[in-house]
């Protein structure tokens, strides 16, 4: 699978992560934010994540 993993900061901040599928579905995204970006990288991981 060669979904697309972004990491981003949200309106207040916080780092959140998107899981992209190729044909442009979102299959995936952190259901809260991070304070460090360490830290979301981390869920995604829990999430399937390989990167």
Known sequence: MNDK???Y???????R???TAPNGN???AS???YSNRS???E???RN???G
């Open 9 to 15: 900061k949200d309106n207040s901040d916080s780092w």
């Open 26 to 28: 979102i299959v995936g």
């Open 48 to 50: 399937g994540y390989t």
């Open 31 to 33: 259901s809260q934010g």
């Open 17 to 19: 992560w998107r899981r």
């Open 39 to 41: 830290d979301c990288v």
């Open 43 to 45: 869920n995604a991981r």
């Open 5 to 7: 993993w972004d990491f």
